[in-house]
């Protein structure tokens, strides 16, 4: 099973609190891991993906960061929010050879 | 760089027809290319995988094929229901150093009526 299981699947958070969502992932070890966020009317953009523990590496400078703790684990931060950090969360594994899984996602609103 | 074009944004139909959703993507030189459903609100599920090798993949009532040289995509639904209703996608993924991650068109919405 390569099953991604992520949550909250809703959050609603005040301009400037701080965040943490959670990613797990099932089946093989040592995945690559990704956070893609999906904004209102616009495509998916990838935001972090990490090849192994402690390593993250980051696509768009923003107001996020991302950590990964343990093999299978990966967490989307923020110190403090942004309206427009608002937007759908999706975690992702996979390669290109292999394809690739997401989660459900977590739907974020910043107020 | 790599772009990822999906044609038409959205579409209707009634139920029962056989429909088509295109994808283009710019650069050629690709591993495979992925289709997935997104419903309202939920994640991506994955719909088919198809190699650069292959030039067709089915599963069910869909029918992806490829078409390398051209750089486009097809996405076939036979005899399509309200429940296929959604938000299709279409990716390729892109090497950049040692890793890879996916390159998004930016969707079909496909409406179904009963």
């Known amino acids: 099973s390569q099953t991604i299981h992520q949550w909250p699947a809703t959050l609603v958070q005040p301009v400037g609190s701080p965040l943490s969502l959670e990613c797990t992932v099932e089946?093989?070890?040592?995945?690559?891991l990704y956070w893609y966020r999906q904004a209102a009317g616009r495509g998916l953009q990838l935001l972090f993906y990490s090849v192994g523990i402690g390593q993250i590496s980051s696509e768009v400078p923003q107001n996020l960061s991302a950590s990964r703790p343990q093999d299978r684990q990966f967490i989307l931060s923020s110190k403090k929010l942004l309206l427009s950090d608002s937007g759908f969360y999706l975690c992702?594994?996979?390669?290109?050879?292999?394809?690739?899984?997401f989660g459900s996602g977590t739907r974020l609103t910043v107020v | 760089k790599q772009e990822v074009t999906q044609i038409p944004a959205a579409l209707s139909v009634p139920e029962g027809e056989n429909l088509v959703l295109n994808c283009s993507f710019t650069?050629?030189?690709?591993?495979?290319l992925q289709w997935f459903r997104q419903d309202p609100g939920k994640g991506l599920t994955s719909l088919l995988l198809?190699?650069?090798?292959?030039r067709e993949q089915t599963s069910g009532r869909l029918n992806a094929s490829l078409d390398k040289s051209s750089g486009r995509s097809t996405l076939y639904i036979a005899a399509s229901q309200p429940g296929d209703s959604a938000t299709y996608l279409c990716a390729v993924p892109f090497y950049g150093g040692s890793q890879g991650n996916l390159i998004f068109g930016k969707g079909t919405k496909l409406s179904v009526k009963p």
């Open positions: 198809i190699q650069s090798s292959q």
């Open positions: 089946g093989t070890s040592n995945p690559n």
């Open positions: 650069d050629s030189a690709i591993y495979n």
């Open positions: 992702a594994r996979g390669v290109g050879e292999i394809g690739y899984t």
